[in-house]
């Protein structure tokens, strides 16, 4: 699951890299 096809990069799902987020 890297990427979410109804999810962007600040969805509940993070693709293969994770921004500054917390979670």
């Given at each position: 699951m890297?990427?979410?096809s109804n999810c962007s990069?600040?969805?509940p799902?993070?693709?293969e890299?994770?921004?500054v987020?917390?979670?």
């Open positions: 890297a990427k979410s990069v600040f969805g799902h993070f693709p890299i994770q921004p987020s917390p979670v």
